[in-house]
């Protein structure tokens, strides 16, 4: 069965520490692989995507994700995170045949100062 | 670009009560979709829509209808509400390849 999971439902750094968002999924082929941001009473927004090739994908406000197949992971991570990356954070991977957002349960991301 | 309108922001409604909740999109996307989000338990889809005029049930849609009358907009009811029910509903429009959400309905039942 196709899932996501995102195993730490909080996750606490100080200002300018690196960033690691733990996302792990199960499908029976490559997926297309997205992270989405949430910002307070806001929609989704999308940070980055994968769909094939270069498994490290860059995106907006300096985020990266690194596909493996072989651990069937999709980790978001960030250098130097800044106080407005307070946000919840969701890994989704897309059904190939309809299309539809599988998403998992969310990491609620606060910075310290 | 494009925005993904949804109204009412907020809805309060009364335990059994039928509630409408209402998507407009002008990406000119062929697909939509409503998404449950309650705490904790990340995205879950209700409905979907690949073109006007078509439904297709999600994982949730037992509890809801919906309506695609036009290609811009997409429309949930909630059937009858249960009290105490605190959820976020969020849509969506999308390309062949990423999916554009709203800001959300955020309901409450009394």
């Known amino acids: 069965a196709q899932s996501v999971t995102q195993p730490d439902a909080r996750v606490t750094v100080s200002e300018g520490a690196s960033l690691q968002l733990r996302c792990k999924y199960s499908?029976?082929?490559?997926?297309?692989l997205f992270w989405y941001v949430q910002y307070p009473r806001q929609g989704l927004q999308l940070l980055l995507k994968y769909y094939s090739g270069d498994p490290v994908v860059q995106g907006v406000n300096s985020f990266e994700a690194e596909f493996s197949k072989s651990n069937s992971s999709f980790h978001l991570q960030k250098a130097s995170v800044h106080w407005s990356d307070s946000a919840v954070y969701f890994c989704?991977?897309?059904?190939?045949?309809?299309?539809?957002?599988?998403f998992g349960q969310g990491t609620k991301l606060s910075i310290k100062p | 670009g494009g925005i993904i309108t949804q109204t009412p922001k907020f809805l309060i409604g009364q335990e059994g009560q039928k509630l409408t909740l209402k998507c407009q999109q002008n990406f000119n996307h062929d697909t939509m979709y409503w998404y449950r989000q309650d705490s904790g338990k990340g995205l879950r889809l209700i409905y979907y829509?690949?073109?006007?005029?078509?439904?297709q049930k999600g994982d949730l849609s037992e509890g809801y209808d919906a309506s695609r009358e036009k290609k811009s907009s997409f429309s949930l009811t909630v059937t009858s509400a249960q009290k105490n029910e605190m959820a976020v509903f969020l849509c969506a429009s999308s390309d062949r390849a990423e999916q554009y959400f709203g800001p959300g309905t955020r309901l409450t039942v009394l």
């Open positions: 989704a991977l897309r059904d190939y045949n309809q299309g539809k957002l599988i």
């Open positions: 499908y029976s082929a490559t997926p297309y």
């Open positions: 829509s690949i073109t006007e005029n078509d439904l």
